[in-house]
């Protein structure tokens, strides 16, 4: 599966921006969905997943309550939608699939999207 990230800019904190990530190549509901994050020197951190129909959908503790992850399978797409959003925010953000896990692991990814830019001013 390939998969394509946007929806990334800049904005100022308290703000909000919607992720997008759409997947092409094979059937979008077979795969586990999760978005991570990686700032400048850091290591890449997990953000949030969706089972495959959206049922269940762990949140970093970081994100939990201004981040909502969420699925449409007829458009192949899952989204980020982040609000309130602080500097320290500031990240790369990658979308990832994966057939066999729920997982805030990276590791357990098998598919990665390219990134989108997300910059919070304070």
């Known amino acids: 599966v390939q998969l394509q990230a946007s929806g990334g800019g800049l904005v100022q904190a308290g703000g909000s921006l919607r992720l997008s990530c759409t997947a092409s190549?094979?059937?979008?509901?077979?795969?586990?969905m999760g978005w991570f994050r990686q700032a400048p020197g850091k290591e890449r951190e997990f953000v949030a997943a969706?089972?495959?129909?959206?049922?269940?959908?762990p949140y970093a503790d970081s994100v939990k309550g201004r981040f909502t992850i969420s699925r449409d399978n007829a458009k192949n797409t899952v989204y980020l939608q982040m609000n309130s959003l602080k500097p320290e925010d500031t990240a790369i953000y990658y979308c990832?699939?994966?057939?066999?896990?729920?997982?805030?692991?990276?590791?357990?990814?098998?598919?990665w999207g390219q990134g989108t830019q997300v910059t919070v001013s304070s």
């Open positions: 969706t089972s495959r129909i959206g049922g269940r959908t």
């Open positions: 190549g094979r059937t979008f509901s077979a795969y586990y």
């Open positions: 990832a699939a994966d057939e066999d896990y729920l997982s805030d692991w990276a590791s357990n990814y098998d598919y």
